[in-house]
């Protein structure tokens, strides 16, 4: 009798898993009815230029679907997805949009194909591909926030905006570590940090996909690129990386198990090799790391083509059946193909032969219809467009403008210079940024490379117009000086400074991704060089403003400005944003989330180790950065006291609590980031001179005072060791917090 019941409730647990319903979808009996065409097809993901009118990179404008072209892609080959706007096509209306996914819904369901297509979109700083939508600051300035809670809320707003398009999927957020300030996708990263880094990725996913992503305002989020993506030793985009096992898990691999434990849905895999072998083809990175150590459950979809590449670009394989293979063998569920149905061709073919085996292709077809199932696509593809009342609305670009405004970085302002008063004075302003939204943006703008300037949100200001707006009580002038690779009309320019009281200058870099944003050095363009040397010459006050994808170095000028506001790729808003700190309606609190180089080879971090700082008369000076990370100021001033540590000794399983008093000293409100770094006195590997433990930002008024607690675990303390596992090691430990240093014994 018991054995009888044992076997029921066997029966009945097991019949469970296996009947695996999903918003009511009964995921297994889907997959048991499906052909090898149709599981081929829900992995592979075609480029909309593939079904729209025109050829795939001259599409007809706005993109309109092709009846014949999706005949081809959903009735012979059932493609289970489709990307973007189509090869760089640019950003295109809502009505747009939304015609479009329901023209490929309504195509698969007239050719009874029963499991929906899904869409996926690069939506990086804002519903960047939907005319109107809100455009936030790129990453790196999302990260100089230091605010998760903003970027949790700037991810939900993207999210209902995507949504409002009729798309359920994004291609964000970046969560590669930005130690490589060369490469071009730098103003991509939460930047160099992994502490930082790893809270603004939890916020990230939270925001975009909610508790439930089955609704109206949700997506899926897509955690990119892993792994190892952002270290190119040549700084070079998709060129090798050499990491070894245990720093990949010290530094690359955190922000993604942080995002995976938040229950990111999706991840895309890094187009580049490490070591020597290229991720899409590396089991050990693909499976053995990713599903067995991290846990992830969701959908691996590839980069850009990247099966095709160990063909053709990487050499690892001979055929692009023999790539199909490899990377299905190491553990890649969908294929961004995207523009053809090769791979599609070559995967039923291995399927046939039987060597790629049904179990593995179900394991990939399984997490791809729970994904469509958890959006609810199987019921609801698209929501009514009376839903979306919000989108590009005023409130929104509030919270830009907020996100902005909390961004941008005061990295000098010599006697207090700034803010800048409202009453009659003569400033120039000049540069190739004074007078570009492009320039505020960066790329993922409109289009992919986010230089094109036909489709800018219409009504926002750059920089010159905002400052001419709210400062109508000083005489404004403009004069470009220079572009980003020629002086303009310099003599201009010269003309207008030596009647000024002040001039800013605003400096840019030509917005660029990916390998178009290839650079070999750090060097600010000769043009831009050019003009603030001449303006410099006139002895006037100069205020420097830089939005640039990655740091400029800026060691030559920097110490003759008076000021410099860092104002990373600020968006849409950044215009008002940094016009509204040079006025002083915003206080700045940004503080860098990357180390500032202070020369174009001298690449260190804040968490180096102390061989790194031996100088060549052996004193500890050689880590000499331009601005530290964490660095930025105020216009308020922050008085530190009453530092308190709990405890002497840390037990493992125990917490320690640190408590410090901040006072705002000031005549103002003002936010202020507190910042404790600890350092562990001797470790078995080489320990960082200190390493950012816990962040707390809070907002004082004037003379307000807050006592700002951190609670302390020995995991907090730990780091990967030799055999790769994750260490606590006991010993002496510094804390550090502003000027106080005290240490503490773990045992
Ligand atoms: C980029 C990805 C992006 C994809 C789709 C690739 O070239 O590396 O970040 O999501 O294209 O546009």
Redesign the pocket.
């Known amino acids: 009798m018991r054995k009888i019941s044992l076997l029921f409730f066997a029966i009945l647990f097991f019949g469970q898993t296996l009947a695996q319903k999903v918003n009511g979808i009964d995921i297994d009996a889907l997959i048991s009815k499906m052909t090898v065409e149709e599981k081929a097809g829900q992995m592979t993901q075609i480029d909309l230029g593939v079904i729209a009118v025109g050829d795939i990179c001259n599409l007809k404008n706005p993109q309109q679907l092709d009846k014949v072209k999706l005949k081809r892609a959903l009735s012979d080959y059932k493609v289970g997805s489709v ?2 706007v189509g090869c760089g096509s640019g950003t295109i209306a809502v009505d747009n949009w939304r015609s479009i996914i329901s023209g490929i819904h309504a195509a698969n369901t007239s050719y009874n194909n029963e499991v929906p297509v899904i869409y996926g979109v ?1 939506a990086i700083h804002g519903a960047n591909y939907s005319m109107g939508a809100t455009l936030f600051p790129q990453e790196i300035g999302q990260a100089a926030t230091w605010n998760p809670s903003l970027i949790q809320q700037l991810n939900a707003v993207t999210a209902y905006e995507t949504r409002a398009n009729g798309i359920p999927w994004n ?1 964000s957020p ?1 969560l590669d570590i930005g130690r490589q300030p060369l490469w071009s996708r730098f103003f991509e990263t939460y930047g160099e940090d992994v502490t930082l880094a790893s809270s603004m990725a939890k916020a990230a996913i939270i925001g975009m996909q909610g508790n439930d992503v089955n609704n109206a305002t949700h997506v899926a989020g ?1 955690m ?2 892993f792994l190892g993506y952002s270290f190119p030793l040549s700084g070079h985009d998709r060129t090798p990386a050499w990491i070894s096992d245990r720093e990949l898990r010290e530094y690359f691999v955190p922000t993604f198990q942080t995002a995976i434990n938040a229950g990111a849905k999706t991840i ?1 895999i890094n ?1 580049g090799e490490i070591n020597g072998t290229p991720v899409h083809a590396n089991y050990d990175i693909l499976t053995t790391l990713l599903r067995n150590e991290l846990g992830f459950k969701g959908v691996a979809v590839t ?2 083509e990247d099966i095709y590449k160990l063909v053709n670009v990487h050499h690892v394989a001979a055929t692009k059946k023999e790539s199909v293979k490899m990377a299905i063998m190491a553990g890649i569920d969908m294929s ?1 193909t995207p523009n053809d149905y090769e791979y599609t061709d070559c995967l039923i073919a291995l399927i046939k032969e039987g060597s790629i085996p049904m179990s593995r292709i179900d394991a990939s077809v399984r997490r791809i219809l729970i994904l469509k199932a958890e959006l609810g696509l199987f019921k609801n593809t698209i929501y009514p467009a009376s839903q979306y009342t919000n989108f590009g609305s005023k409130e929104n670009s509030a919270l830009s403008y907020r996100i902005a405004g909390e961004s941008i970085t005061l990295l000098k302002n010599d006697n207090s210079v700034l803010p800048l008063s409202n009453e009659g004075q003569k400033i120039l302003v000049c540069g190739p940024a004074a007078q570009s939204l492009n320039l505020l943006n960066g790329a993922w703008t409109h289009t ?1 490379q986010g230089v094109d300037d036909r489709f800018n949100t219409k009504g926002k200001l750059t920089i010159y117009e905002a400052l001419k707006q709210n400062m109508p009580n000083n005489m404004l002038e403009y004069a470009k000086g220079a572009s980003l690779d020629s002086l303009v009309d310099i003599s201009d320019c010269i003309n207008k400074a030596l009647t000024a009281d002040k001039i800013i200058v605003c400096l840019g870099e030509k917005p660029s991704t ?1 390998i178009p944003g290839n650079i070999n050095d750090l060097s600010l363009t000769s043009a831009q060089q050019e003009l603030v040397n001449a303006l410099l010459e006139l002895k006037k006050p100069i205020i420097l403003v830089c939005c640039f994808n990655r740091p400029q170095i800026i060691h030559s000028i920097s110490k003759n400005v008076d000021a410099i506001i860092y104002g990373y790729l600020p968006g849409d808003e950044g215009g008002r944003a940094i016009a509204d700190v040079i006025n002083g309606k915003i206080n700045p609190s940004g503080k860098l989330p990357f180390t500032y180089p202070s020369a174009v080879n001298a690449f260190m971090h804040y968490d180096h180790k102390s061989s790194e700082e031996l100088d060549i008369d052996f004193s500890n000076n050689a880590y000499r950065p331009e601005f530290d990370f964490g660095y930025g100021l105020s216009y308020s001033t922050f008085a530190y006291s009453n530092f308190s540590v709990s405890n002497d000794t840390l037990l493992t399983y125990d917490s320690l609590m640190v408590s410090v008093l901040v006072k705002n000293t000031s005549a103002f409100q003002g936010a202020e980031t507190v910042q404790l770094y600890y350092h562990d006195q001797v470790a078995s590997i080489t320990p960082s001179v200190k390493k950012l433990l816990a962040f707390k930002k809070i907002s004082l008024q004037a003379g307000e005072s807050q006592r700002v607690e951190f609670t302390i675990r020995a995991a907090d303390l730990s780091f990967i060791n030799k055999s790769l596992q994750r260490v606590t090691e006991p010993g002496m430990f510094d804390l550090l917090l502003a000027n106080f240093k005290t240490s503490f014994y773990v045992d």
Do not use: A, G, I, P
């Open positions: 990307l973007n690069d291609f970046v897509c990119k690129h895309m187009s980069d850009w961004m992919w990916e």
